[in-house]
T-cell receptor, first 112, second 114 residues
Framework: RKEVEQDPGPFNVPEGATVAFNCTYS??????FFWYRQDCRKEPKLLMS???SGNEDGRFTAQLNRASQYISLLIRDSKLSDSATYLC?????????????FGTGTLLAVQP | DVKVTQSSRYLVKRTGEKVFLECVQD?????MFWYRQDPGLGLRLIYF???????EKGDIPEGYSVSREKKERFSLILESASTNQTSMYLC?????????????FGPGTRLLVL
């Protein structure tokens, strides 16, 4: 099993839709998780952190299921500007070293 | 605002050349990282550093070396560039140790080795 696995997409959704991405991880000792956003030909930027069962920030909700070892990102009321690649990120070493494992990303394309 | 800068956005080099990629951060961060990003493979860690003159191998260090002589600067060196090192190279920095610290990325260097 890959350390971090994501559906590569692309997810093509109309404006206003709700879309969810899943990410599975293999290290059961991981305590925290991140979603980064990467626009085309740009660098990744932190979108959300997930430390316990979940986190919500406006239209974005991240949820964690430790028993099944997956995290999800839900985007409500999608905007054109949400079009990007979303990277699921898990610390390795249980988080002791700030060394991160990045998923390959899920591409979201929001259509007008 | 945290700023991470990289010396070049685009580079074209020939096989066998020695290549230097430089990264500078202005937030006094202890940790600095070098990744490469390739389609279908995601970001892979090459080397990282927790402090000046300190370095640790990441997941794919072969063919690369690094230098951290000053806290704000972390250099990636390709001793003898090869075509399979054509990639997007991303530098990142973060403060302290621990999983809570966000990594801030530079804009990336697209390297083409002919």
């Amino acid at each position: 099993r890959k350390e971090v696995e994501q559906d590569p997409g692309p997810f093509n959704v109309p404006e206003g839709a709700t879309v969810a991405f899943n990410c599975t991880y293999s290290n059961s000792a991981s305590q925290s998780f991140f979603w980064y956003r990467q626009d085309c030909r740009k660098e990744p930027k932190l979108l959300m952190s997930v430390y316990s069962s979940g986190n919500e920030d406006g239209r974005f909700t991240a949820q964690l299921n430790r028993a099944s070892q997956y995290i999800s990102l839900l985007i409500r009321d999608s905007k054109l500007s949400d079009s990007a690649t979303y990277l699921c990120v898990v610390p390795t070493d249980g988080g002791a070293t700030n060394k991160l494992i990045f998923g390959t990303g899920t591409l979201l394309a929001v259509q007008p | 605002d945290v700023k991470v800068t990289q010396s070049s956005r685009y580079l074209v080099k020939r096989t066998g050349e020695k290549v230097f990629l430089e990264c500078v951060q202005d937030m006094d961060h202890e940790n600095m990282f070098w990744y490469r990003q390739d389609p279908g493979l995601g970001l892979r860690l090459i080397y990282f550093s927790y402090d000046v003159k300190m370095k640790e191998k990441g997941d794919i260090p072969e063919g690369y070396s690094v230098s951290r002589e000053k806290k704000e600067r972390f250099s990636l060196i390709l001793e003898s560039a090869s075509t399979n090192q054509t990639s997007m190279y991303l530098c990142a920095s973060s403060s302290q140790r621990g999983w809570q610290e966000t990594q801030y990325f530079g804009p990336g260097t697209r390297l083409l080795v002919l």
